[in-house]
């Protein structure tokens, strides 16, 4: 047990370890998005600045976490950690303006709730537009930042929850069970029953 203990905090080292490069940035924010590929549902981007001080194991990329470990890990990332804030984009805004855009419109939510605010954010492999703080994108950052992968699991976790809610509001189509991806059972649900409100749009018209 100690030594699995002793493995992990050597793991979350190494993910600090990539943050503390940027070391001169007293406030680094990690930003990430869940929710880009469904068929239903809103985006969600999260930014997060850690406190350094804050001893937070388990942290990973949120895809590599099951859903108990990503739900005990965001109470303990919001209270240990010196901001976050969350954006959520519907999907009728996400059918307005297209998908790569609504995800930028919530990571830019996310960043403007930040406060203090961030000197330095470290982006999952995106350039945010219309940001006024230095921004690095790392490809495959929620697996190699510790600010990142914080940040995916508050996305992850807040995205599911909403799915969680949209399946008691509608019925039938299995959004707890795919979170609205683009399942075989979703798909014949959404042939079965037609498009919910909160279907995309543009991402199911080649369904029917």
Avoid: W
Wanted: proline share 7%; glycine share 8%; hydrophobic share 45%.
């Amino acid at each position: 047990m100690g030594l699995s203990l002793e493995k992990e905090r050597e793991r979350v080292a190494g993910l600090r370890a990539f943050d503390l490069a940027y070391a001169s940035c007293s406030r680094l924010a990690g930003i990430d998005e869940a929710g880009r590929g469904p068929l239903a549902g809103p985006v969600v981007a999260a930014a997060v600045i850690p406190d350094p001080a804050a001893e937070i194991l388990y942290v990973n990329d949120s895809k590599k976490l099951s859903e108990k470990r990503r739900e005990m890990l965001y109470p303990e990332i919001t209270e240990k950690c010196l901001a976050f804030g969350i954006g959520i984009v519907p999907p009728e805004r996400i059918d307005a303006i297209n998908i790569l855009q609504a995800t930028y419109e919530a990571m830019r939510a996310a960043v403007a709730q930040l406060c203090p605010a961030p000197d330095l954010l470290l982006n999952d492999a995106v350039t945010i537009p219309g940001i006024p703080f230095r921004q690095i994108p790392v490809i495959k950052g929620d697996a190699k930042s510790f600010a990142i992968a914080a940040a995916s699991i508050l996305a992850k976790v807040t995205r599911d929850r909403i799915m969680l809610e949209l399946d008691s509001r509608y019925p039938g189509y299995g959004f707890a069970a795919h979170k609205g991806y683009g399942t075989a059972a979703h798909i014949e649900a959404l042939r079965r029953l037609g498009p919910s409100p909160v279907h995309r749009r543009t991402f199911i018209k080649n369904f029917f």
